[in-house]
């Protein structure tokens, strides 16, 4: 079982940054590849990034690729998402997500993921 919780969240005016942070809990954080997704109101879940399990691989949803880093530190159990250069449609719940998984896969369906956190809000005015 893997707990996460993610925080940093906000309001933030466009142009602005924040950065995300999911703590995981367990001492086997390196064995999942972790994934960020977020939701806006009246839409669906949608992939924003997603990181490999010793974070040497990376991959971004085009609508924020050059914007949003990811990185992750397996000493602490903590992923974390860098938000620069934000726009209002940047405005959801963020949720972080864990798969185990091997070797330097990264996933970007919600569907392959068994653990998500609870979410955190970030909103970004115009």
């Known amino acids: 079982q893997v707990q996460l919780v993610e925080s940093g969240g906000g309001l933030v005016q466009a142009g602005g940054s924040l950065r995300l942070s999911c703590a995981a809990s367990g001492r086997t954080f390196s064995s999942y590849a972790m994934g960020w997704f977020r939701q806006a109101p009246g839409k669906e879940r949608e992939f924003v990034a997603t990181?490999?399990?010793?974070?040497?691989?990376?991959y971004f949803a085009d609508s924020v690729k050059g914007r949003f880093t990811v990185s992750r530190d397996n000493a602490k159990n903590t992923v974390y998402l860098q938000m620069n250069s934000l726009k209002p449609e940047d405005t959801a719940v963020y949720y972080c997500?864990?798969?185990?998984?091997?070797?330097?896969?990264?996933?970007?369906?919600?569907?392959?993921?068994?653990?998500w956190g609870q979410g955190t809000q970030v909103t970004v005015s115009s």
């Open positions: 990181i490999s399990r010793s974070g040497g691989s990376t």
């Open positions: 997500a864990a798969v185990l998984a091997r070797g330097s896969s990264w996933y970007t369906l919600a569907s392959v993921y068994d653990y």
